[in-house]
């Protein structure tokens, strides 16, 4: 057995000292020992026993995990939980399998025997951390997440959720859709109201169903000079919610980070409980996102709650829904996106023609209709042509838009040239020619006077 450069210190030093090289104070400081240590070290020598190695070198520790935990860890690691990062796998090893070992333990075995990392780490930009907020309810993230949660064993789905930037914690509301959507953002609202309250602010992106980046405008919209809000922006604003738009995924960097953890632990407790649909994928996130909680989640900086009770009085379900302005027709029905809704006939017989009214479907698929707050008439989700979306608005595109607004310019009477007056043209006096000037102007006279003929 090779002996190690400490090893070979001290024999070193125990043979100058024997020798009489050295005293017993600095051979005991050279080792790093008490001179009464020293001198056990050198009777164990003259009796022949091991003094310069350790005597537990060789032996196994009493701790050392016996042979068939490490075969069943790594059967399990490369089997059943196979694409499990390490700490995820020994949270899953202890909560189901009832085996306890370390995550270093769990890595000193998988590399030896050929169980590469998940994922490999690299070298990370330098970037400046956003402080979080002091109170629960002060700023939430929300945001959608288009990925292959299922692993090809089902349809490719968006999960959109929101998450509190003071906690760390996951809102109620959070689902699978098969693509990022109005209502998906209306659903997770209306969660968050009911169970948790309203927050001050939302830091979201620029997702046409929350900000509005066409160029289509409505007439009432031209009337006013400002595009109306989305759907989504509309049950924001009537609840009062600042609104802050990033500019980049590195702005709402908490939020994607969460993307990261999730498709990591989520898609692979997916595959561990074999679920291949939308549906039971989203009968087994809530109780994920409970757990997710639990372990990531951390308490506010401040104790004091910034989120804000709803006013008495308040229907969620009117706020968090699609909603219309429409005009009723002759026959007392209003028409939104090819959708026709008969109004009923009141008491008294008054007819509703060419009121403008408001219409709005609500996130179970039921329609209301109100005239100056009050609801005139109620429809049942019934058909396909009532599914939950936003429909479309009466908009102008962008083509007529410019064209009239070059219409205009062209008949308004052109605007009148501003006339700078004339200058008149300044001559320089006599008297403000210099000396020098002078005399050459004489003297030039004098010349011309000179040349001139006789007769003259």
Same mark, same amino acid.
């Given at each position: 057995?090779?002996?190690?450069?400490?090893?070979?210190?001290?024999?070193?030093?125990?043979?100058?000292?024997?020798?009489?090289?050295?005293?017993?104070?600095?051979?005991?400081?050279?080792?790093?020992?008490?001179?009464?240590?020293?001198?056990?070290?050198?009777?164990?020598?003259?009796?022949?026993?091991?003094?310069?190695?350790?005597?537990?070198?060789?032996?196994?520790? %009493?701790?050392?995990?016996?042979?068939?935990?490490?075969?069943?860890?790594?059967?399990?690691? %490369?089997?059943?939980?196979?694409?499990?990062?390490?700490?995820?796998?020994?949270?899953?090893?202890?909560?189901?399998?009832?085996?306890?070992?370390?995550?270093?333990?769990? +890595?000193?075995?998988?590399?030896?025997?050929? &169980?590469?990392?998940?994922?490999?780490?690299?070298?990370?930009?330098?970037?400046?951390?956003?402080?979080?907020?002091?109170?629960?309810?002060?700023?939430?993230?929300?945001?959608?997440?288009?990925?292959?949660?299922?692993?090809?064993?089902?349809?490719?789905?968006?999960?959109?959720?929101?998450?509190?930037?003071?906690?760390?914690?996951?809102?109620?509301?959070?689902?699978?859709?098969?693509?990022?959507?109005?209502?998906?953002?209306?659903?997770?609202?209306?969660?968050?109201?009911?169970?948790?309250?309203?927050?001050?602010?939302?830091?979201?992106?620029?997702?046409?169903?929350?900000?509005?980046?066409?160029?289509?405008?409505?007439?009432?919209?031209?009337?006013?000079?400002?595009?109306?809000?989305?759907?989504?922006?509309?049950?924001?604003?009537?609840?009062?919610?600042?609104?802050?738009?990033?500019?980049?995924?590195?702005?709402?960097?908490? &939020?994607?980070?969460?993307?990261?953890?999730? +498709?990591?632990?989520?898609?692979?407790?997916?595959?561990?409980?074999?679920?291949?649909?939308?549906?039971?994928?989203?009968?087994?996130?809530?109780?994920?996102?409970?757990?997710?909680?639990?372990?990531?989640?951390?308490?506010?900086?401040?104790?004091?709650?910034?989120?804000?009770?709803?006013?008495?009085?308040?229907?969620?379900?009117?706020?968090?829904?699609?909603?219309?302005?429409?005009?009723?027709?002759?026959?007392?029905?209003?028409?939104?996106?090819?959708?026709?809704? +008969?109004?009923?006939?009141?008491?008294?017989?008054?007819?509703?023609?060419?009121?403008?009214?408001?219409?709005? +479907?609500?996130?179970?698929?039921?329609?209301? &209709?109100?005239?100056?707050?009050?609801? &005139?008439?109620?429809?049942?989700?019934?058909?396909?042509?009532?599914?939950?979306?936003?429909?479309?608005?009466?908009?102008?595109?962008?083509?007529?838009?410019?064209?009239?607004?070059?219409?205009?310019?062209?008949?308004?009477?052109?605007?009148?040239?501003?006339?700078?007056?004339?200058?008149?043209?300044?001559?320089?006096?006599?008297?403000?020619?210099?000396?020098?000037?002078?005399?050459?102007?004489?003297?030039?006279?004098?010349?011309?006077?000179?040349?001139?003929?006789? %007769?003259?």
């Amino acid at each position: 057995m090779l002996m190690s450069e400490a090893q070979w210190t001290k024999k070193d030093v125990l043979k100058r000292y024997c020798a009489g090289a050295l005293t017993a104070a600095e051979a005991a400081t050279i080792l790093k020992r008490s001179e009464r240590q020293l001198r056990r070290m050198v009777a164990r020598q003259a009796a022949g026993q091991p003094c310069i190695v350790h005597g537990n070198t060789g032996r196994a520790p %009493s701790n050392k995990a016996p042979a068939e935990l490490r075969t069943k860890v790594l059967e399990l690691l %490369s089997g059943r939980y196979a694409g499990f990062n390490e700490t995820h796998f020994v949270e899953l090893l202890a909560e189901r399998e009832g085996i306890r070992v370390a995550k270093s333990t769990v +890595q000193r075995w998988a590399r030896p025997a050929g &169980i590469p990392a998940v994922k490999k780490r690299r070298s990370r930009r330098h970037r400046q951390r956003r402080v979080r907020e002091g109170r629960a309810g002060a700023l939430l993230l929300w945001d959608g997440s288009s990925h292959e949660w299922l692993e090809k064993r089902g349809p490719r789905m968006c999960l959109v959720a929101a998450i509190d930037d003071a906690t760390g914690e996951v809102m109620p509301g959070g689902h699978f859709v098969s693509e990022e959507c109005a209502l998906a953002y209306l659903r997770v609202l209306a969660a968050i109201v009911r169970e948790k309250g309203i927050p001050l602010r939302l830091y979201m992106d620029r997702h046409g169903s929350l900000k509005r980046n066409d160029d289509n405008w409505t007439l009432e919209e031209e009337l006013a000079g400002q595009q109306l809000p989305t759907q989504v922006g509309l049950a924001l604003a009537d609840l009062h919610i600042e609104v802050i738009y990033a500019l980049s995924p590195e702005a709402k960097g908490r &939020i994607e980070r969460l993307w990261g953890t999730l +498709q990591d632990r989520l898609v692979s407790e997916l595959r561990l409980e074999g679920i291949c649909s939308l549906d039971a994928a989203n009968e087994f996130l809530p109780g994920f996102l409970r757990r997710h909680n639990k372990r990531f989640g951390i308490k506010a900086a401040e104790a004091q709650s910034a989120w804000r009770r709803p006013a008495p009085g308040l229907n969620v379900e009117d706020i968090c829904a699609f909603r219309y302005l429409a005009t009723v027709s002759n026959d007392n029905v209003v028409s939104i996106d090819g959708v026709k809704l +008969q109004i009923p006939r009141p008491v008294g017989g008054r007819s509703f023609a060419k009121a403008r009214v408001d219409v709005r +479907q609500l996130l179970d698929g039921r329609w209301r &209709i109100r005239l100056n707050d009050a609801v &005139i008439a109620s429809f049942d989700a019934e058909g396909p042509a009532r599914e939950l979306r936003a429909r479309k608005r009466k908009s102008r595109p962008a083509a007529s838009r410019a064209f009239r607004e070059a219409v205009r310019a062209f008949d308004a009477p052109p605007a009148k040239r501003a006339v700078r007056p004339k200058q008149r043209r300044l001559h320089r006096p006599y008297n403000f020619w210099t000396k020098q000037q002078k005399v050459a102007a004489a003297t030039k006279s004098k010349q011309l006077r000179a040349q001139r003929p006789p %007769s003259w």
